[in-house]
Nanobody, 122 residues
Framework: QVQLVESGGGVVPPGGSLRLSCAAS????????MAWYRQVPGKQREWVAR????????TYTDSVKGRFTISNDAAKNRVFLQMNSLNLEDTAVYVC???????????????WGQGIQVTVSS
């Protein structure tokens, strides 16, 4: 009923920039928040950034503060992650998350995208 699809990943050299996009579609009544997580093999999924759609409040994990910026386009049910000054430790599969209320349910549900690869390499 609800799908999240990421785009914009790829390979970038250290110090470079990349912008990720995530589009939510389907039986959406309201998006409460969207976030980005990242996954590295052998490690637990790490929260990166979140934006609250109602207030616009943005939060980040310490390791990306000052380098990454999360933003959204509420009218298009999209969230973005602008990543600057990328380093090798940023290499991961980046996964889009949405706290979304469907039209046919009374409360929000967490949805996850398939993930998209970001590789920082020289």
């Amino acid at each position: 009923q609800v799908q999240l699809v990421e785009s914009g990943g790829g390979v970038v050299p250290p110090g470079g920039s990349l912008r990720l996009s995530c589009a939510a579609s389907g039986n959406i009544f309201r998006i409460y928040s969207m976030a980005w997580y990242r996954q590295v093999p052998g490690k637990q999924r790490e929260w990166v950034a979140r934006i609250e759609f109602s207030t616009g409040i943005r939060t980040y994990t310490d390791s990306v503060k000052g380098r990454f910026t999360i933003s959204n386009d509420a009218a298009k049910n999209r969230v973005f992650l602008q990543m600057n000054s990328l380093n090798l430790e940023d290499t991961a599969v980046y996964v889009c998350n949405g706290m979304i209320r469907r039209k046919d349910t009374s409360g929000p549900i967490n949805y996850w995208g398939q993930g998209i690869q970001v590789t920082v390499s020289s």
